[in-house]
Every structure is written in structure tokens, then in C-alpha cells.
């Protein structure tokens, strides 16, 4: 009868000391991935973790709308994005940091498969495409041109996403002569990282390990073709 008491009063105050204990150990029962974004590795990848990309930037004239450029001047542009941002893959080029890639070139993929994946690999950049399209970027000029999932993430449709960010840095502007080069050159700078701005360096220098990979005067050169009054 006495042991009896004896295990009833003791229990209890083992189970809390138990409590207690597990409270602060290893085996705290918060996800391992929450913690390890709270505080490891993987802290803030939208804000300077070792995986982040670059922020999003504010578009200079978010207004203005694109409606299916042409043109050489534009010809050149892009082409000179592809040339800081995705020189070897081009329209199928994934961001090198990406440890799980697409198991389709980008080309192949439909934007409901990109966003899939981008969903199913957190902590990893996703920049994607010729133009190195960041996720939230992505879905937002996806929306504006009322593109569908279904679509395929071909090169007609990547130029034409790319479009709207070439009007929001101001082309309409720049061709019409209210903005000038440089003011275009460093908006443009905003935007793709691999560009420098009128410092030399990209405008996301330092940042997650972007830097420019073009210099000011090869930017300078190839738009002084487009606009040698300007």
C-alpha cells in the first residue's frame, strides 16, 4: 500500500521535469526545416541568405504597357541581356546555384511546370530563361500579359515577358527622347544584375554574390548604337 503512494506522488513530478527537459533539447518538436530557416543556412532567402536572389526591383514606369516590340534598338538589348545574364544557355538557361534543376529544359516546360518547380525546391535561386526571370517577377509580368499556364515558356514568350520590363524601365521614353542613356542604362541596371550601372558596378553589387558581368563601356557602346544622340 505505501509503494503504491509512493509511485502516485512521484510520477507526477517526473513527468514534468520530462517536460521541462524536452522543452529545451534536441528533441524540440519545431520542424527541423523551420528552424533551419529561422536561424541557419538558410536564413532569408529573399533577404540576403546565402541562397537569395536578388530583390525585386520598383519599376520606373509600371504604368506603360508593351505591345509586341520590335525593332533592331530592341534586338540589341536583348541580346546584350543575354550577354550578362545567360551567355552560355541562352533561353534555356537555369540559375547555376539551382542545386535541383528542371528535368526539362525551360524551353520545354509549361509555366504552370516552372512554377511547380520553383514551389518544390525552397532555399535555391530560381532566375530562369534568357532573362533570368526571379519568381516573383516572373508571376507578376506573367499576370500582366494575362499569359496562361498551359503556355509553354518558349522564346516568343520570354521576349514578350522581357518586354514588359524593357517599357517599365522607360524604352518608350528613351525612344521618344524623354529619358536620357544613361538614366535608361541605370534603370535597365535595376533589373538585370549581370548589368553595371554608371558606378561600373551592378546595382545588386555584393548582394547574394551579384556582380556585374559586363563593363560600362561595352553597355555604353552597344546603346550609343541605339541612340548616338542621346
Do not use: C
Amino acid at each position: 500500500m505505501r509503494l503504491i503512494i509512493y509511485v502516485l506522488i512521484v510520477i507526477p513530478f517526473v513527468q514534468v521535469a520530462y517536460a521541462e527537459a524536452v522543452r529545451g533539447s534536441l528533441f524540440l518538436s519545431t520542424p527541423l526545416t523551420t528552424r533551419a530557416t529561422a536561424s541557419g543556412t538558410f536564413i532569408g532567402r529573399a533577404e540576403g541568405g546565402l541562397f537569395a536572389e536578388r530583390p525585386v526591383h520598383t519599376p520606373a514606369f509600371a504604368q506603360d504597357i508593351p505591345r509586341h516590340l520590335r525593332g533592331s534598338d530592341i534586338d540589341l538589348i536583348r541580346d546584350l541581356i543575354q550577354e550578362a545574364e545567360s551567355r552560355r544557355d541562352g533561353y534555356d538557361a537555369v540559375q547555376h546555384g539551382a542545386r535541383i534543376k528542371p528535368e526539362k529544359p525551360p524551353t520545354e516546360m509549361t509555366l504552370a511546370e516552372i512554377f511547380a518547380w520553383i514551389d518544390a525546391t525552397p532555399n535555391q535561386p530560381h532566375a530562369i530563361g534568357r532573362y533570368q526571370f526571379i519568381p516573383k517577377t516572373l508571376r507578376r509580368v506573367v499576370d500582366k500579359i494575362g499569359a496562361k499556364p498551359s503556355q509553354n515558356f518558349t522564346p516568343a514568350l520570354q521576349d514578350e515577358l522581357a518586354d514588359v520590363l524593357l517599357v517599365e524601365a522607360g524604352l518608350n521614353r528613351f525612344r521618344a527622347g524623354a529619358l536620357d542613356r544613361t538614366g535608361f542604362m541605370n534603370n535597365l541596371a535595376k533589373i538585370w544584375a549581370g548589368l553595371p550601372n554608371s558606378s561600373g558596378k551592378s546595382h545588386y553589387d555584393g548582394y547574394a554574390g551579384n556582380k556585374a558581368s559586363v563593363t560600362w563601356a561595352r553597355f555604353d557602346a552597344v546603346m550609343t548604337r541605339i541612340s548616338p544622340q542621346l
